[in-house]
């Protein structure tokens, strides 16, 4: 056995277990496991999952906050002002650096799955063009999906439908749009159906920001279903934000839910960007801006949750932590009951592998790639609840991130006594 995993808390399994490793396969998983791994991990009770995917992050534009001003409102048109202001002078090299930190950071939280977004209006395309250098060198890392995205529009923007059709010849996994941001209704429509001809043209995936506004009137992703079912791409389509639909009355959000599941398309919700970014216009009362997340899930949608923008102009704050995000969720989304917050580690696991398309190499079952994570939390409550460090990363059977949580001592009275926010079982005389 190349390695040993003792004493693990597996999700739906009672009691702890022993996971053996051989070949980058997982091999067995047992209540104990005889003999020892060339090496070995104790888990020590604690939860261990498969990998952690980040389907939707701006790696061009991270850690490049305030360059050249910082957003002084937080609202998104000014963010999306400033971008177009740095992309003037950004270069190569810039990205390069800024782009593979925060790799690291996302790897060091427990993902090993990215879509990285990158911006298609650029002229020069220097995002795509870097990512898809650096896709290579971090392939023993991370899994790099690449994603077109227009971030000025595909009609909007003069050379927008060329650049966005060079982006995928040079070999984006993904194509994008942003149909919201067209000029108008129209050219909307055609952003979606330009953006699936490319797809059906290339054949790649899709992956659409649509509806990231607060306007209830914005409704493209109905176009989205249709054009999803109509070529057959169930399966093949994400829809990212959908933030609009937190105003659309009951019976159209049930119709688009219908829809949503009919086409099979997954849906990503970025709620650190979204809360902090939308709806800065109404007064108030205030609405939310998130797609109706719990909704969503109830009737089958497959929905998991993204980083989105990590220190950028739209973002100054963000630490590429997932299982933070999905405790914003937890508090935004009003998805705070307890199984609830247990649909936050599927969402960024095994539904996050449905997006990528991974599903048949994915999760924690004898044959699959030994690639997984184990939390310092003994269960799903307190991941989120904890936003959890990651003990171990693992990938292809390899220790790829191994962490020494923080120790705080509290000197009380004449004791000196570890603090470290978990749950100690009452003494025994205790009775309930
Ligand atoms: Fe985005």
Redesign the pocket.
Known sequence: MDLVIRNACLRGKDGLWDIAVENKKFAAILPKILGNGKKEIDAQGNLMLPPFGDP?L?LDAVLCSGEPRYNMSGGLLEGIQIWGERKKYHNKEMIRHNALEVIKWEVAHGVLHIRG?LDATDPHLLGLETLLEIKDQVKDIVNLQLSA?PQDGIFTNPNGAAQLEKCLKMGADCVGGAPHLEMTYLDGVRDIQFVFDLAEKYDRIVDI?VD?TADGNSRFIEYMCKEAVSRGMEGLVSA??ITAMDQYNNDYAFKIIGNLKRADINVIT?PT?NSACENRLEGYPKHRALARVNDLLERGVNVTI?N??VMNP?HILGQSNLLHTANLLAHYGHMNGFTQIKKMIDMITYNSAKTFLIQDDYGIDVGKNADFIVLDAKNEIDAVRLCSECLYVVKEGKIIVETIPAKRSLHFREDVELVDMKIKPYPSKVKF
Do not use: I, L, M
């Open positions: 939707h701006h977004h995205f920001h990231e990212s934000h970025n960007s993204a989105d923008s739209w």
